[in-house]
């Protein structure tokens, strides 16, 4: 059963490239095309996707706005993949709390764009790891507040090994990269990957990030 996809993007021309693209996959299927975020609530509406490809600054309602309205006013609203560009835009934080399941950036390699899609589709969270970084340099809050201060007594409960993969993980890594980088398998990354949100209090991988650039600033 093919993965039902919107895509979302005031650039005419990108629009219909990514759905060429993302459309040539075998699994995965583009059954509408919005130029704005009322046009993609109004999609999502009449196609019940499972993802919708968001861009964030358009005309007429913005991708934060209708991301918001989706997740919250929406029964079974779709899983959001916000895309961005590779200078970041200011506003990926605020799409993201606004319950976006990831990012890419808009020159991403075709796979990664499919995978990304696939991924957000299975319930899980997808981020750009070249631009990870920054944007945690970007949050980095100047005073903690107390939910900072609770989070990093949280840190407090992982074990050398969990922190370990949580600044991984923070950095946009996915499970595969991690389980190189720390020569371990990907099972025993996905075991930690769960601890450490369970410990964490957090849902997902996105929520990891915006977690550690809070903690960054009493850490």
């Not at 299975?122 to 809050?141: F, N, Y």
């Not at 989070?151 to 370990?164: N, Q, V, Y």
Request: aromatic share 4%.
């Amino acid at each position: 059963m093919s993965i039902r996809v919107v895509v979302c993007d005031d650039e005419a021309l990108l629009r219909e490239a990514l759905s060429r693209l993302i459309g040539a996959a075998e699994d995965l299927e583009v059954v509408g095309l919005a130029s704005n975020g009322q046009e993609a609530i109004e999609a999502v509406a009449k196609h019940a996707p499972d993802v919708l490809l968001m861009d964030i600054r358009m005309p007429v309602l913005d991708g934060i706005e209708a991301t918001r309205r989706l997740v919250r006013g929406t029964p079974n609203p779709p899983r959001v993949l916000v895309l961005t560009t590779y200078d970041l835009d200011e506003y990926v934080y605020a799409a993201l709390q606004a319950g976006a399941s990831g990012f890419l950036l808009k020159d991403a390699p075709t796979e990664r764009l499919r995978d990304g899609i696939r991924i957000v589709a299975s319930g899980q969270s997808v981020l750009a790891p070249e631009a990870t970084s920054r944007m945690i340099d970007m949050l980095r809050p100047e005073l903690p507040t107390d939910e900072d201060r609770a989070l990093a007594t949280s840190l407090g409960t992982l074990t050398e090994r969990e922190r370990e993969v949580f600044t991984l993980v923070a950095r946009g890594l996915s499970n595969a990269d991690i389980a190189a980088e720390l020569v371990i398998s990907k099972y025993t990354v996905k075991v930690h990957v769960s601890s450490v949100l369970a410990k964490l209090g957090l849902p997902d991988r996105v929520h990891a990030v915006l977690a550690y650039s809070r903690m960054r600033g009493v850490l």
